[in-house]
């Protein structure tokens, strides 16, 4: 059994893996068709599907809604998928307000919205509101989202940033609500009707009035209230639904519903695109799965002969959403960590055998992920804060896995999965700021030197961050159990300087390469910007921890706290720099992870704290023989007693 144990473990995973790979089945309303429809938002075509996902992450943080979160227990929630949610919000908003999918966390916020707390009788899980429930409110939201917007940003409170985030989050909502009707339809395909008919006496009578002619001005007034509601639909920019239509126009010319209505006027022909929404949002709303299928399917067909290519890609983007291999990924990397922390207890070499092939696995998936993110982009590997975590945790995967192939002792496999799982962790929290294909800033969508100088770097950030976790392993084990030995801390020694000196050739030539992309983009090698200035620092500080090993300045506790201190360097050139809001890099500012940066920081200082204390407090070197060791002189290194 022991045998057979790491492949049946692994293969249970790999068969949880695919069984993703399968299609929903609709059971009436087709909602995977209509998600692999396409359109235009944040700058690239992307299925319905895609918004959808991407919409309730930035709402409710999660890619699934649920409609009934106040229950609990044995009830149990009511989730339905997010493209379900999205059918709803363009097409039946009625319903969808009414649903308690806006996460709203801050007491303060709570309370000027007049909702209420925890409360099962009323229907509250003390964290999720309707639109509904918020909208006798917005007048008062209204007026803090204006104080708020005029203080600086580094002065705004906690609140202040609450109020911001339900605004945009509000703004979301709005503008997928006008995205295939006015979002005060009642019965969209009857008004469409009524306006068609009503353009060409309508534009009749606009003519006739602009020459100052006698003309219908009940029928002008119609029409213009058309219209308006068009234009109103138009002016909250919700996602480009339809596609071009004149043989002249680009590809990429695509309208939002309200434009096409207008232009439909002007044009005194409607876009067939129009018609069919049209039609499936009164299926929809009448309850007619079988019309709604059929509108979907009618309308794909015809897409087909102009946009096949952009039907081709929303479908790969669709199974790219459907297997979630970075969510997968991270469940593996868990189990195996958990794995390998039991081999230590137990010294069980199955237990290590099986976390090696579960981290193996995860790391197949979390390559496939990372390879179809490219094709689906056709760009490289990194391209925002979030597709810089992949990487650098799939580049820290495959050090760990080179680790474990030497030296076999659970440690490299315990770096995989833990520096995997952290990494995925953090892409997570950046994905709920909204579309992670979105498309490259202009001054990163550029030439050959971009794609050496990030992957090249990202693998320096990578190896900094392994060499750091090696040594809170070190620390860790040795200051509180008893299985830091002699071989095992020389043996972890020897991997953190190998890895230290790796990194320090990446970090250097990658910011090398990065200057020379900075020539050619900006026409200076070398500007100190504060990013530039962050990798510098890295490549700096792996010069020094170099330097100071060699030269005997530190022994191998002092190489350990210098490599924990990396993490904090890495981290502020990944992060910090960003977070300034200043300099051409400044694009990838996040508030919310300033606290999170701050922690990870403070916890690396606690590390070397600990790593500093004298043997006596380390349980592994506490009535250790004194021998001719690193670890004999007090501290462990001339700069720890320092």
């Known amino acids: 059994m022991k045998k057979w144990l790491p492949h049946i473990v692994t293969g249970v995973m790999a068969l949880w893996v695919l069984s993703t790979l399968r ?10 068709g209509f998600g692999l429809l396409p359109a235009v938002f944040n700058g690239r075509c992307q299925p319905l599907d895609s918004i959808a996902r991407n919409s309730l992450l930035q709402i409710r943080e999660k890619q699934v809604a649920n409609i009934e979160p106040w229950k609990g227990g044995f009830e149990g929630p009511k989730l339905i998928p997010a493209i379900e949610w999205l059918a709803a919000v363009m097409m039946k908003p009625e319903v969808s307000d009414g649903w308690q999918v806006f996460r709203i966390d801050h007491p303060e916020l709570i309370s000027l919205l007049k909702l ?99 003309h219908d001005k009940a029928v002008l007034e119609k029409f213009m209230g058309f219209i308006q509601r068009f ?41 067939e695109a129009v018609g069919h929404y049209a039609t499936m949002a009164g299926a929809f709303r009448g309850g007619k799965p079988d019309d709604f299928n059929r509108a979907v399917q009618a309308y794909r067909r015809t897409l087909e002969p102009a946009l096949g290519p952009e039907l081709m890609k929303a479908g790969r983007e669709c199974f790219f959403n ?27 070499d199955t237990l290590r ?65 833990a520096v995997g799982f952290i990494t ?27 794609a050496t100088h990030v992957v090249t770097i990202t693998i320096g950030y990578s190896s900094a961050f392994v060499a750091g976790f090696l040594a809170v392993i070190y620390v860790l084990r040795g200051a509180f159990t008893r299985t830091l030995s002699e071989a095992t801390g020389a043996a972890l020694s020897r991997m953190v300087y190998g890895i230290v000196c790796f990194a320090t050739l990446f ?14 983009s900006w026409g200076r090698f070398w500007g100190w910007d504060p990013k530039e200035n962050g990798a510098l620092i890295i490549v700096l500080w792996n010069a020094l921890i170099l330097h100071a090993r060699w030269s005997g300045m530190v022994r191998e506790r002092g190489l350990m706290n210098m490599a924990i201190a ?27 992870a300033f606290l999170w940066l701050m922690a990870f920081v403070i916890s690396q200082l606690v590390l070397i704290a600990i790593g500093l204390l004298p043997d006596d407090c380390w349980l592994s070197l506490r009535n250790r023989p004194a021998q001719k060791s690193d670890r004999q002189n007090g501290n462990g290194s001339k700069l720890a007693s320092a």
């Open 23 to 32: 299609p929903p089945a609709d059971k009436d309303f087709g909602y995977a």
């Open 116 to 214: 209420t707390g925890k409360d099962k009788e009323k229907k509250s899980d003390g964290k999720h509101y309707s639109w509904s429930q918020m909208q006798p409110s917005l007048d008062a939201l209204d007026k803090e989202v204006k104080r708020a917007a005029r203080v600086e940003g580094a002065q705004r409170t906690p609140f202040d940033q609450a109020v911001l985030k339900l605004q945009q989050r509000l703004m979301l909502y709005t503008r997928l609500k006008n995205t295939l009707q006015p979002r005060d339809a009642a019965d969209w395909p009857r008004e469409l009707a009524e306006y068609e008919k009503l353009i060409e006496p309508g534009m009749a009578a606009m003519r006739a009035q602009e020459a100052g002619k006698e």
């Open 231 to 271: 234009s109103t639909m138009t002016e909250v920019e919700p996602p480009l639904i339809v596609p071009p239509h004149h043989p002249e126009r680009s590809r990429d010319e695509w309208m939002r519903m309200g434009e096409a209505l207008m232009e439909g006027a002007r044009d005194n022909k409607m876009h």
């Open 322 to 348: 459907r297997l979630q291999p970075f969510y997968a990924s991270m469940v593996i990397y868990v189990l195996a960590f958990l794995l390998a922390c039991a081999s230590w207890v137990n010294m069980s």
């Open 353 to 417: 055998r099986s976390a090696v092939w579960l981290v193996a696995l995860a790391f197949i998936v979390h390559t496939a992920g990372l390879v179809f993110r490219m094709w689906l982009e056709s760009r490289p590997p990194v391209t925002n804060l979030y597709s810089s975590a992949i990487f650098i945790g799939w580049g820290a995967v495959v050090l760990g896995m080179v680790l474990e192939r030497f030296f076999r002792d659970g440690i490299g496999t315990v770096v995989a999965s």
């Open 424 to 450: 995925l962790l953090i892409a997570h929290h950046l994905s709920l700021g909204g579309d992670t294909m979105e498309m490259m800033r202009a001054v990163l969508d550029t030439n050959f030197w971009l």
């Open 507 to 520: 970090s250097f030539i990658g910011t090398v390469l990065g200057g020379i992309w900075a020539d050619q």
């Open 566 to 592: 990396g993490n904090i360097v890495t981290s502020w050139s990944w992060f910090g720099v960003n977070m300034l809001g200043i300099g051409l890099h400044s694009y990838g500012f996040m508030d919310a």
